[in-house]
């Protein structure tokens, strides 16, 4: 949750008290709910779709079809596009949470898509393609494509080729694409964050719109996952319909739909959230990576989400999942941090973790950089030492090979006759 921009929230509710529906239209919102959502509520979400990718993409609200929250939205989409056995391929690494939205109830198996680190975890065609050979050969029928974009973990946003290559791969494969946009407003510096919406209608890129599906929340872009604001949005007929009907599973309350539209129907309040947004997350974001830096901790570059894929991999004892693991409990039990090993996020590299930057305070985020500094300068120390102790243990016994070796001794050397060396042979 991006804590960060809660005030400019808090500011706007006091000024505006009459977007609670207790102190105006109580006896409608406990008495009717709009299984399709309120009319208001669904231009205003799509409006602010729109603001939040530079207005270079409009929205239909007839599309839109809420959800409670990002979670209900991915397993709907699931239960709309797949039957039970069939698949669909994640870009690793990908949110956790996805072996549980995606598969638990729909019974839809999730297919890795493997990126590495050497190529700064891109998405590339052979990887696609790679993983849907995979599928093939385990016999699974792959029916879609789930990316995240911006990316979590990462922080990463997809370029426009990139989208490009994906939007080809899908049409060739006659696949679904969907395409989670939760962290579309938390991108804080260049370049800007493209979305898919703006990729199928460029003159250059053939498409099947059917098969293109976008899953938005409130809770990332604006700190609100207590609310459950879940947003599907389908250029595909038949999905729509499906969802609808399936929505009443998952319903946003009448309460939180008027205070949504309220507030996101000020174009003001939007624009400032936005800009402010933006510049908290830029800020803290820099201060984060320049405190890691000052201890040699790297970090993947990023320029979007939450969080960063922090890079511990030369504190690893050695280069095993088992050693990440290891080092995870000593820095959750010991340090008292709480990071995500990048195991839990399907990384095929163990070493990455990811940590969050946005959810405390100034003090809590000093306290926090406090204690990884300390951490790793003491893992470092430790390590130098240890290094020191191997490198004299390796130099002593190369020099004592040398002087054993009688391949490099002159033949007139007193030592082959000494006492000592008899005795010890």
């Given at each position: 949750?991006?804590?960060?921009?809660?005030?400019?929230?808090?500011?706007?509710?006091?000024?505006?008290?009459?977007?609670?529906?207790?102190?105006?239209?109580?006896?409608?919102?406990?008495?009717?709910?709009d299984?399709?959502?309120?009319?208001?509520?669904?231009?205003?979400?799509?409006?602010?779709?729109?603001?939040?990718?530079?207005?270079r993409?409009?929205?239909?609200?007839?599309?839109?079809?809420?959800?409670?929250g990002?979670?209900?939205?991915?397993?709907?989409?699931?239960?709309?596009?797949?039957?039970p056995?069939?698949?669909?391929?994640?870009?690793?690494?990908?949110?956790?949470?996805?072996?549980?939205?995606?598969?638990?109830?729909?019974?839809?198996?999730?297919v890795?898509?493997?990126?590495e680190?050497?190529s700064?975890?891109?998405i590339?065609?052979?990887?696609?393609?790679?993983?849907?050979a995979?599928?093939?050969?385990?016999?699974?029928?792959?029916k879609?494509?789930?990316?995240?974009?911006?990316s979590?973990?990462?922080?990463?946003?997809?370029?426009?080729?990139?989208?490009?290559?994906?939007?080809s791969?899908?049409?060739?494969?006659?696949?679904?694409?969907?395409?989670?946009?939760?962290y579309?407003?938390?991108?804080?510096?260049?370049?800007?964050?493209v979305s898919?919406?703006?990729?199928?209608?460029?003159?250059?890129v053939e498409?099947?719109?059917?098969?293109?599906?976008?899953?938005?929340?409130?809770?990332?872009?604006?700190?609100?996952?207590?609310f459950?604001v879940?947003?599907?949005y389908?250029?595909n007929?038949?999905v729509?319909?499906?969802?609808?009907?399936?929505?009443?599973?998952?319903?946003v309350?009448?309460?939180?739909?008027?205070?949504?539209?309220?507030?996101?129907?000020?174009?003001?309040f939007?624009?400032?959230?936005?800009?402010e947004?933006?510049?908290?997350l830029?800020?803290?974001?820099?201060?984060?990576?320049?405190?890691?830096?000052?201890v040699?901790?790297?970090?993947?570059?990023?320029?979007?989400?939450?969080?960063?894929?922090?890079?511990l991999?030369?504190?690893?004892?050695?280069?095993?999942?088992?050693?990440?693991m290891?080092?995870?409990?000593?820095?959750?039990?010991?340090?008292?941090?709480?990071?995500s090993?990048?195991?839990?996020?399907?990384?095929?590299?163990?070493?990455?973790?990811?940590?969050?930057?946005?959810?405390?305070?100034?003090?809590?985020?000093?306290?926090?950089?406090?204690?990884?500094r300390?951490?790793?300068?003491?893992?470092?120390?430790?390590?130098?030492?240890l290094?020191?102790?191997?490198?004299?243990?390796?130099?002593?016994s190369?020099?004592?090979?040398?002087?054993?070796?009688p391949?490099i001794?002159?033949?007139?050397?007193?030592?082959?006759?000494?006492?000592?060396?008899?005795a010890?042979?």
């Amino acid at each position: 949750m991006d804590q960060l921009c809660l005030d400019i929230i808090k500011k706007w509710l006091i000024k505006h008290p009459e977007a609670s529906l207790c102190a105006t239209k109580f006896k409608e919102a406990a008495l009717f709910q709009d299984y399709h959502g309120m009319p208001e509520f669904r231009r205003a979400v799509a409006k602010f779709m729109g603001k939040v990718r530079g207005d270079r993409v409009n929205f239909d609200p007839e599309r839109i079809v809420m959800s409670g929250g990002a979670t209900g939205a991915h397993e709907m989409v699931a239960f709309c596009l797949a039957d039970p056995g069939e698949a669909f391929l994640v870009p690793t690494p990908y949110y956790p949470g996805f072996d549980r939205d995606l598969k638990w109830r729909t019974g839809v198996e999730l297919v890795a898509v493997n990126c590495e680190s050497c190529s700064n975890f891109k998405i590339t065609r052979d990887a696609l393609e790679a993983a849907y050979a995979k599928a093939e050969e385990a016999n699974l029928r792959v029916k879609g494509l789930l990316l995240t974009n911006p990316s979590n973990p990462l922080g990463t946003i997809l370029d426009r080729e990139t989208l490009k290559d994906i939007v080809s791969f899908i049409n060739d494969k006659n696949i679904h694409l969907i395409d989670d946009e939760i962290y579309a407003a938390t991108v804080f510096m260049d370049p800007d964050f493209v979305s898919i919406s703006e990729i199928i209608e460029e003159d250059d890129v053939e498409c099947n719109r059917h098969l293109i599906h976008i899953v938005y929340s409130l809770s990332k872009d604006m700190g609100f996952p207590g609310f459950r604001v879940g947003i599907v949005y389908s250029y595909n007929d038949a999905v729509l319909s499906c969802a609808r009907k399936m929505s009443s599973f998952g319903l946003v309350s009448s309460q939180t739909q008027h205070l949504i539209a309220s507030m996101l129907s000020d174009d003001d309040f939007v624009d400032n959230f936005i800009t402010e947004s933006r510049e908290l997350l830029f800020k803290r974001h820099n201060y984060f990576t320049w405190s890691l830096s000052q201890v040699g901790i790297g970090s993947l570059k990023s320029n979007a989400g939450l969080f960063i894929w922090m890079d511990l991999r030369k504190l690893l004892k050695e280069k095993t999942f088992e050693a990440e693991m290891e080092l995870w409990r000593v820095i959750i039990n010991d340090v008292k941090l709480n990071v995500s090993p990048g195991s839990s996020f399907h990384c095929d590299e163990p070493g990455w973790f990811r940590v969050c930057f946005a959810n405390m305070d100034d003090g809590t985020m000093e306290v926090a950089l406090l204690r990884i500094r300390t951490f790793v300068l003491k893992n470092t120390e430790a390590m130098g030492k240890l290094c020191r102790r191997r490198s004299l243990k390796l130099s002593l016994s190369r020099r004592m090979d040398d002087l054993m070796s009688p391949g490099i001794m002159s033949p007139h050397s007193p030592l082959p006759q000494s006492p000592l060396v008899r005795a010890r042979t």
